[in-house]
């Protein structure tokens, strides 16, 4: 079958143009200019002009088939592989909340860090802060901590450890 082996959008072109071209070529009988009566040529002329723009506005550039079948939704994200190195994956007993003047603020603590991860002298320094925050007695004091989301940004992933 022919049909099947040329692409839908390129057989659409050519059925469109067909249908022109003998629309065009028909032979038009010559009236006198007083008969009036042009309802039938004008009704053939709109359904040849509506074929047209029917066929036309089918042929669009998508390909019908992408070489792959659909799937039904599955409501279940993607499972991820959650490894992460030695060297990118941060203890999550060190993310502690911080209380200072402007709120709560949840932040890596630098001595955590320095105690229970192995390679705390290679984070970066660029997402490494001086907070104010309010200790235990109440009193405000200088803390050194890391901000979450400037490590997240460089690759560290937070990893929940026993």
């Known amino acids: 079958m022919i049909l099947n082996?040329?692409?839908?959008?390129?057989?659409?072109?050519?059925?469109?143009a067909?249908?022109?071209?003998?629309?065009?070529?028909?032979?038009?009988?010559?009236?006198?200019?007083?008969?009036?009566?042009?309802?039938?040529?004008?009704?053939?002329?709109?359904?040849?002009?509506?074929?047209?723009?029917?066929l036309l506005s089918e042929n669009d550039d998508k390909p019908s088939y992408h070489g792959h079948v659909s799937r039904p939704y599955d409501p279940t994200p993607p499972r991820r592989d959650h490894r992460v190195s030695k060297r990118k994956a941060l203890p999550e007993r060190c993310l502690r909340e911080f209380r200072t003047q402007?709120?709560?603020k949840v932040m890596f603590g630098n001595r955590c860090l320095e105690r229970n991860f192995k390679y705390a002298s290679d984070l970066p320094r660029s997402c490494k802060r001086n907070l104010v925050v309010k200790n235990r007695k109440g009193i405000y004091v200088n803390r050194k901590v890391y901000k979450p989301a400037?490590?997240?940004?460089?690759g560290y992933r937070i990893v929940h450890r026993y």
């Open 150 to 154: 400037c490590l997240s940004k460089r």
């Open 5 to 16: 082996t040329m692409p839908r959008s390129i057989l659409k072109l050519v059925l469109s």
């Open 102 to 104: 402007t709120g709560r």
């Open 18 to 54: 067909a249908v022109a071209a003998t629309l065009a070529a028909s032979p038009v009988q010559a009236r006198d200019a007083t008969d009036g009566d042009d309802s039938a040529a004008i009704v053939a002329a709109l359904l040849g002009l509506v074929t047209l723009g029917v």
